[in-house]
């Protein structure tokens, strides 16, 4: 994945940001023709969608072209110059254990472990204290959501 | 006319002055001065991971305390950019650049002084404005039919997507993807669902609050995580006293604040151009009526003054279209029209006479709460300023906790978690290939009112188009559309390299975490 991330960085930027507009244009064209696109007088469900997917295309075009024709320089690319690969991970993750932690485990291991994830993301945050961080806000999660807001989320599914 | 406004403002006194109601203006202009004090946390994340805990509130508390939180975040932005040089907050970069100079004088906090008089001065103008104006602009757009409407909606989203920052291009762009998200979920006349790709969960559409914090919350940590400077608070100690501007001060920033105020009030008029624009329009405009310009950038107090009555004066200003068009100005304008919807209210023209005690309430308490923001501001700048300390590697972990419960809250379901994490990689992928994400949440708001009055146009004029030129309303606002976007045009094709200023500067650092700082280089 990383090399090819790195190749995307050899092309000026607005190359994918119009690829990407026109991906998704297309994508609602297609879709959006499915569900019947009717007159204008008598609009289908896949009339708007169709339209905003057409011009979407055109837009994603016109991105593209000017920046082929206008001559400046790109001088940031897709990637930032450091980039936070083991950072990014952590947010990511951040979440994704939230919902598994919250669906299997219930609010307290989910909200530990969601911002325990995440603050190991920054590169001065040690265990230790992104341990402490996650107890603290896991004290003050429940007392706030739980206790103070009656959120139907069991604290510990199945115990508490 | 007059009296009549005067009267409704007396009763909105009255909506706002209910106890819980202060309390939650208060609650909301707290926790904005709070996140705008706090660098790298902005009030349309906060409002968003508020959003879903007053699904349960009266409508008018709901909206009290959000816009409090925005136009409390205003106080607070000033205070991290005069006394830590950090443009963190977009409509405050500029005041860096005569704030923080200040600062390193020693008079960091007469800096303060003044930002505190002039914010109250900008906000009351603004507010007085939109007393006066709303009513006016109500009186016009009640007339207006489905056409004319759909040209209204398709000029405020022309112009707040291209007189935005960045390239219009990619804001029209940003726009159009809003729009298409906005059309995920079931059809409103025949119930077929779209663009739900065989998700269930996707039926209802998606949740306004998962799609603000996705594009605002975890794209925006993305960005910024390890990349926010070391906070330097030496310059923090700062005292009541060390706040009082001396008479000179005063006399010297007091025009500049009249200057701020109407620069402000103009563009808050302007869809699309809120405080962010009006800041470094202010500070432009101050430096070139100055007679002697070259003492800008080193502590000049006018440069201060300026910019920041502008911001407030905008501010308040950008809820005058919000209200009473039902057409929001920019992202956060869309989430507090979001906000009215959720609590089952169309905004629209027919919101002040239909929910008065909501539009007169929020006038009020926009006077309330600025109050309570000058007595929090002053006696209490101290703990602000000790705020300035909490660092962003606690910081955004703590938010990802707030923004995963805060949209489950919404629903009770896991699956929007989901979508805010799928939607911040996208606004992440968005962020680094230059668009810039706020347009989306207008078309998104937008979205789904255009098109069922393009629809119902269409509907009255048996499918033909130049029903929007025929008629002379609409007529109008298409050609405000093409004159919009030729002058773009042409100046896209006019422009050329130019050195770049400080007020450059400033607007790059104020969209770059990465660039610590912006004055006294």
Sequence with gaps: MGTVLINLGKHRRDYWGGALMMFFGLVAILEGQSYGIGTLTRMGPGFFPVALGCGLVLIGIVIAGVSYLADEPDNETFLPAHPEWFAWACIIASPLAFIVLGEYGGLLPATFACVFIAALGDKETNYVQAAKLGAFISVLGIALFSYLLKIPFPIIRGVW | ?521
């Excluded at chain 2, 906060?46 to 939180?69: D, E, H, N, Q, R």
């Excluded at chain 2, 507010?127 to 405020?156: D, H, Q, R």
């Excluded at chain 2, 009030?265 to 002697?292: D, R």
Aim: hydrophobic share 50%.
């Design chain 2, 1 to 521: 006319m007059v009296e009549t406004a005067l009267t409704d403002l007396m009763y909105g006194f009255g909506v706002a002055l209910e106890p819980q109601n202060i309390m939650w203006c208060f609650l909301g202009v707290f926790v904005g001065n709070m996140v705008g004090v706090l660098p790298g946390l902005g009030p349309i994340a906060t409002i968003s991971i508020l959003l879903p805990l007053t699904f349960s509130m009266k409508p008018v508390a709901a909206i009290l305390m959000l816009a409090g939180v925005y136009y409390g975040a205003q106080y607070g932005g000033a205070i991290c950019s005069i006394l830590l040089n950090l443009p963190c907050h977009p409509p405050h970069a500029v005041t860096c650049l005569d704030g923080f100079p200040m600062t390193q004088q020693g008079r960091g906090g007469v800096a303060l002084g003044v930002t505190v008089i002039g914010s109250f001065i900008g906000a009351s103008f603004g507010i007085t404005e939109m007393v006066f104006l709303a009513p006016f602009l109500v009186e016009v757009a009640l007339k207006f039919g489905p056409a004319e409407i759909c040209s209204l909606m398709l000029l405020g989203l022309l112009a707040g997507s291209t007189l935005a920052r960045g390239s219009p291009l990619k804001g029209i762009a940003m726009t159009l993807i809003g729009l298409l998200i906005g059309i995920v979920g079931s059809d409103i006349q025949t119930g077929i669902p779209r663009f739900n790709f065989g998700m269930i969960q996707l039926a209802d559409g998606i949740e306004i609050a998962a799609l603000a914090l996705g594009l605002f919350g975890i794209a925006e940590f993305m960005n910024s995580v390890n990349q926010i400077a070391k906070v330097d608070t030496k310059y923090s100690n700062i005292g009541l006293k060390d706040m009082r501007p001396s008479k000179k001060d005063l006399k010297e920033a007091f025009p500049a604040m009249i200057r701020g105020t109407l620069v402000g009030s103009l563009c808050a008029l302007i869809p699309g151009t809120g405080p962010t624009i009006s800041s470094f329009v202010a500070y432009a405009t101050e430096k070139k009526v100055s007679k002697n310009p070259e003492t800008f950038g080193h502590g000049n107090i006018k440069g201060v003054a300026c910019p920041e009555t502008a911001t407030h004066s905008s501010v308040q200003g950008d809820f005058i279209p919000t209200m009473s068009l039902g057409i929001p100005g920019d992202a956060t304008m869309a989430l507090l029209l979001g906000a009215l919807i959720i609590q089952g209210i169309v905004p629209g023209p027919s919101l002040i006479s239909e929910h008065p005690d909501i539009f007169w309430g929020l006038i009020a308490s926009f006077w309330i709460g600025n109050i309570l923001l000058v007595i929090l501001n002053v006696p209490l700048i101290g703990i602000w300023v000790k705020l300035l300390m909490i660092p962003y590697r606690y910081l955004y972990p703590s938010a990802m906790f707030f923004i995963c419960i805060g949209v489950y809250s919404s629903n009770n379901d896991l699956f929007q978690v989901g979508e805010v994490l799928v939607l911040g990689v996208f606004g992440y992928i968005l962020l680094r290939l230059g668009f810039h994400p706020a347009p989306v949440l207008l078309g998104f708001v937008l979205g789904p009112r255009f098109e069922e009055n393009f629809r119902r146009a269409m509907l009255l004029s048996r499918g033909d188009l130049m029903t929007f030129l025929d008629r002379p309303i609409s007529a109008v606002f298409i050609a405000l559309c093409v004159i919009l976007l030729s002058t773009q045009a042409f100046f896209y094709f006019r422009r050329r390299k130019k050195p770049a200023t400080g007020e450059d500067r400033a607007l790059e650092a104020a969209e770059n975490p990465a660039v610590p700082g912006v004055a006294g280089e």
